[in-house]
C-alpha cells in the first residue's frame, strides 16, 4: 500500500493506474477505523477497482463545543488496518495541504435535505462535509465512492452534491455494519466506558421496536415517543428520533421507502442510528 500526502504525488499514482485502464474507489474516513470502514474497502475491492482510503479528521464539521479536539486519532495502525484490507493508497493530507492559507471557499446543500435532524441539531456541519467531500473528490477522481449507511443524512447529503454538480463519481452505499448486541460500530464508541457500552444497545433496540410497530401499522407518534421514553430511562440525552422518507428527509409520503433516525448523546459521547422501516 502506498501511502501519499502530497496531492501531486496522489495525482500520480491515480494517472499510471488510469493508464493501464484501471478503474478507482474512494473511500473517505476520519480515521479509528473499525469493521464499518473495512466493509466499504470490501466492498471497493469487489468491484475490481484500485482502492484509495483517505483518512482527515476535518475540522469545518466540527463545531466549536464538539470533540474535534479529543476525536481519536491512531494513523500506524489504521494504516494497518487498511494493508490488511487491501487498500491500494493511503491519501493522508495535512490540514495545510486541505485548507491553505488564505483558504476562502464553503460549499453549503440547502433545502430539506439539511433543513432538520443533524442539520438542525448540528449547525454548519454539512457544510463541513459537503467542502470536505467535494474536496477529497477533486483530489483523487475516483469512478466511485463509498459510503456507510449509518451515517445515512450524510450520504444523502453527498448525492446530492454530486447530482447537483455533475461531478463524473458514482457514490454507492454499504449498509450500517453492527457489533454482536447490534450496536453501529463507530469511532466515537471508543469514547464509552463499559458501564455506558453496556447501555449504548439501548438505541439499536429501542429504533428497532419503534421500527417495527410503525411497518405493523401502529400510529407513528406513540412508537416514537416509546423510543425517547426508552433512550431516557437509559441516561441518553435525546437530540431526535424521527421517521423521514428515505429520499428527502422530509415528511413521509404515502407508499415511498421511509427511514426511522435517531441520535442521542450517553454522557459526552454522540451516537446515531437509523433503520428501514418497510
Known amino acids: 500500500m502506498l501511502t501519499v500526502r502530497d496531492v501531486d504525488a496522489l495525482r500520480a499514482a491515480v494517472a499510471g493506474w488510469r493508464t493501464d485502464g484501471e478503474q478507482i474507489a474512494l473511500v473517505p474516513t476520519m480515521g479509528a477505523?473499525?469493521?464499518?470502514?473495512?466493509?466499504?474497502?470490501?466492498?471497493a475491492r469487489r468491484a475490481g477497482t484500485r482502492v484509495v482510503a483517505s483518512i482527515f479528521v476535518n475540522p469545518?464539521?466540527?463545531?466549536?463545543?464538539?470533540?474535534?479536539?479529543?476525536?481519536?486519532r491512531r494513523e500506524l495502525a489504521d494504516a494497518r488496518m487498511l494493508a490488511e484490507a487491501g487498500c491500494d493508497l493511503l491519501w493522508l493530507p495535512a490540514m495545510e495541504t486541505m485548507y491553505p492559507s488564505?483558504?476562502?471557499t464553503n460549499v453549503s446543500v440547502r433545502g430539506e435535505l439539511t433543513a432538520g435532524l443533524d442539520g438542525a441539531a448540528r449547525p454548519g456541519h454539512f457544510d463541513g462535509v459537503a467542502t470536505v467531500v467535494l474536496k477529497l473528490l477533486n483530489q483523487v477522481g475516483p469512478d466511485r465512492a463509498y459510503f456507510g449507511e449509518?451515517?445515512?443524512?450524510?450520504?444523502?447529503?453527498?448525492?446530492?452534491?454530486v447530482a447537483d454538480l455533475d461531478l463524473p463519481v458514482e457514490v454507492l452505499s454499504v449498509p450500517t455494519q453492527r457489533d454482536d448486541d447490534g450496536l453501529a460500530l463507530s469511532s466515537r464508541n471508543l469514547y464509552l466506558d463499559p458501564e455506558q457500552r453496556a447501555r449504548a444497545v439501548t438505541l439499536p433496540r429501542a429504533l428497532g421496536e419503534a421500527a417495527r410497530a410503525?411497518?405493523?401499522?401502529?400510529p407513528v407518534e406513540p412508537?416514537?415517543?416509546?423510543a425517547r421514553e426508552q433512550l431516557a430511562a437509559a441516561g441518553f440525552a435525546?437530540?431526535?428520533?424521527?421517521?423521514?422518507?428515505?429520499?428527502t428527509l422530509g415528511e413521509p409520503v404515502n407508499g415511498q421507502p421511509r427511514r426511522l433516525l435517531?441520535?442521542?448523546?450517553?454522557?459526552?459521547?454522540?451516537?446515531?442510528?437509523?433503520?428501514?422501516?418497510?
Open 214 to 218: 410503525v411497518a405493523s401499522g401502529q
Open 60 to 72: 469545518r464539521q466540527f463545531a466549536p463545543t464538539e470533540d474535534l479536539a479529543r476525536y481519536p
Open 150 to 161: 449509518k451515517d445515512f443524512q450524510q450520504l444523502a447529503v453527498v448525492q446530492r452534491l
Open 102 to 104: 488564505g483558504y476562502a
Open 223 to 226: 412508537a416514537l415517543a416509546h
Open 262 to 278: 435517531a441520535a442521542a448523546r450517553l454522557g459526552t459521547t454522540r451516537l446515531i442510528d437509523n433503520l428501514a422501516v418497510d
Open 33 to 43: 477505523l473499525h469493521a464499518g470502514h473495512m466493509a466499504l474497502v470490501a466492498a
Open 238 to 247: 435525546t437530540d431526535y428520533v424521527a421517521l423521514v422518507d428515505a429520499r
